[in-house]
């Protein structure tokens, strides 16, 4: 990238970094792992993005997932420009929180009940305080490799940011907090058997990823017939613990019910389900919302009926329910019909451009969300998403960059598409994927 053409990104956040800790407000965002300036986008439309030095890039991060209907829907624009008329926030009950929750009950079939915050973060804390209150214990169960926000208890060897910058867990977090935390290798059931033998009786909650998408895609496994998700519910609920499936990446992704579409009832999984949901990302269409919900008597638990404190200025917020069901209305199975091909074809070109140049590689995929591995074997835990090439893959990113495609700055992050990524927008990230894939060659 010649200097002059990323002048007022870099200008920006030159002043970025003197008023905001490493000039961004996520980490990933600052490159830190792959080097350079990070582009400032200014507008983004359809598949679209534009920065503030004038660039335009196809997107395949989508805000991370929210943007599953493209930038700037008309649709989703619409609602909430008038929703935005009739008031910003009231701190009060308003007809589009009954809406946007009947809709997620409606699609998936664990949820009796749902409650609206405003963050992943903030839906996986509250439900891990619901399961706690649940069962009357502390241990929590997680999985090497799954994020779940930046909740203290499950930050300890989560993906994500915290596998670019290779951060233990976090500074900050009390040693009691980290205490009630076990760490397993994820799809290890031998590893979930052992630990529920010795302290079953100390567990409240299992908690996982429904297919882990943040140290890439690691789909959970079948074996013997039975789901590596299934598992843990029947592993957990006969020790009386409770399983809660993080969907807030996968949540109305993976299919119109998320992951659990694909490995619960309605999918191939038999009978089965998590006795708590969390959501995000999607749910809100691109404004601030996360969700957690489930059987009817746990979330009977909350507050005010119940003796579990939970609260938010900002639930429930008029304009963030109107773009989530905005969001929603778009999202139908010609949609997710759309959604498949497009990430069909797009991991075929890259499957071919990668091969092309000799670069080992491995394509992993849970529904439509697929990541690229820069090594040769399939990943199934966080030591494989580790031992892969970091260095090509920040070469591959930078040329994709220059050559006007916007990935994630991460080799342990999934590629997002849109419904907005059509044949013509592919053919754009096709132009560019030889270069690129010889640039990651070191050819
Ligand atoms: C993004 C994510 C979170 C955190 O959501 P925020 O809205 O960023 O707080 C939690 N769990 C999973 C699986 C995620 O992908």
Redo the contacts with the bound molecule.
Sequence with gaps: MTPASSAASADLFSRAQQVIPSGVN?PVRAFGSVGGTPPFLTSAKGALLHDADGREYVDLVGS??PMILGHANEQVVEAVREAAGRGLSFGAPQPGEVSLVEEVVDRVRPVEQLRLV???????MSALRVARAATGRDVVVKFAG?????VDALLAEAG?GVATFAMPGSAGVTTATARDTVVLPYGDREAVTALFAERGEEIAAVIT??A???MGVVPPLVRDGVGFNRFLAETAHAAGALLIS?????GFRASREGYYGIDGPHGSGGDWAPDLM?F??VIGGGL?V?AFGGRRDLMGLLAPAGPVYQAGTLSGNPLATAAGLATFAGLDEAAYAQLDTASTALQQLVGEALGTAGVPHVIQTAGSLFSVFFREEPVTGYEGAKAQDTEAFTRFFHAMLEGGVHLPPSAFEAWFVSTAHTPEILDRIAQVLPAAARAAAGS
Excluded at 246 to 250: A, I, S
């Design positions: 996520s991370w997932g405003n963050s992943g973060t903030e839906a996986t799954c994020y779940h926000g930046h994500s990823e429904a882990p998408a943040n993080d969907e807030v990446l996968t969390t995000g990302k601030p996360g």
